[in-house]
């Protein structure tokens, strides 16, 4: 879970979303693949849950896409106004997308973020760095 100070503290920006990552990711390292899922409401507020999904493939599940999906729906239906879907691939490896990532994002944008009523991201945890793949729309942040 956040911290509660960042819980407090609103994302209000696509690179303020990418600093969050590297806070609640700290240190951006990791020894195998991981989803870690967060959500952030219209108020720029993370919502006090952050769940990783461990041991993900090289390549997309696209088995787990509903699963993903639906704990998005079961904590999204909690919130009174759509919230935005931040999710981080973090893998080992150097900080770069490779096509795997690629195929990752793009994945994820057909199984989860066309199906959501409000703004998806993904991010990109390596090497000691976060980096965005792919930003959530500007709308997300007015």
């Known amino acids: 879970m956040p911290s509660p100070e ?18 609640l990711l700290e240190p951006p390292v990791f020894g195998k693949r991981e989803l870690w899922l967060a959500w952030v409401g219209d108020d720029g507020l993370m919502l006090p849950l952050v769940t990783p999904i461990d041991d ?4 997309p599940d696209r088995d787990m896409m ?8 079961a904590v ?3 919130h009174p ?10 893998r080992p490896g150097r900080p770069a997308v490779i096509p ?4 990752w994002a793009e994945a994820l944008r057909e199984e989860v973020g ?3 009523d409000g703004p998806w991201s993904l991010h ?3 090497g000691g760095s976060v980096l965005p793949v792919v930003n959530p729309p500007l709308w997300a942040w007015l």
């Open 100 to 103: 795997d990532d690629a195929s």
């Open 66 to 73: 509903p699963g993903v999906l639906g704990l998005h729906e």
């Open 6 to 23: 960042l819980l407090q503290t609103p994302v209000l920006s696509a690179v303020e979303l990418t600093a969050r990552w590297a806070d």
């Open 124 to 126: 990109l945890a390596a």
């Open 76 to 78: 999204a239906g909690l």
């Open 81 to 90: 106004t759509p919230v935005h879907l931040a999710m981080a691939l973090c």
């Open 114 to 116: 066309d199906h959501l």
């Open 56 to 59: 993900i493939p090289l390549r």
